[in-house]
């Protein structure tokens, strides 16, 4: 029900050192064509139902601590997707000692794509 008018969504608005570099990331290496805004200091990316906000700094350390966690079952297909994309620092999808399967993205700037799943044989 996406257009159910009491669908809440949270947002992610993440720290962007240069959105034309964040733009060709996340749009050429993963996946993220849908350009919803654009602005000289702003920019809102889609992929699918996932939506990423990003801002600009010029602060390198915000990036670096700034991070994302995307859930549900669709991470195993866009995992395989990276891989045969050739994504830079991607993460094996693992089963992690809290029992989500899980792998990491670090973008350009720093910020950390984390995404998760609960383990194939758990779910059914």
């Keep these: 029900m996406p257009d ?3 669908r ?7 720290p962007s ?3 034309d570099e964040t733009q060709r990331f996340y749009g050429g290496e993963l ?9 000289h200091d702003y920019l809102i990316l889609r992929r ?3 939506e990423l906000h990003f801002w600009l700094t010029d602060d390198r350390s915000l990036c670096e601590r700034s ?3 995307i859930r549900g079952g669709a991470i195993g297909r866009w995992h395989a997707d990276y891989r045969r994309r ?17 792998f990491y993205i670090h973008d ?11 383990p194939q044989a758990a779910a059914d």
């Design 4 to 6: 159910h008018p009491d």
């Design 8 to 14: 809440l969504e949270a947002l992610p608005v993440l």
């Design 17 to 19: 050192l240069d959105l």
């Design 31 to 39: 996946g993220f064509t849908a350009t919803v805004y654009r602005e």
């Design 48 to 50: 699918d139902e996932v």
């Design 67 to 69: 991070s994302v966690y």
């Design 86 to 102: 050739g994504v830079k620092n991607l993460s094996d999808l693992a089963v992690r000692a809290w029992n989500m399967e899980e």
């Design 108 to 118: 350009p700037h720093g910020n950390l794509l984390r995404f998760g799943r609960v």
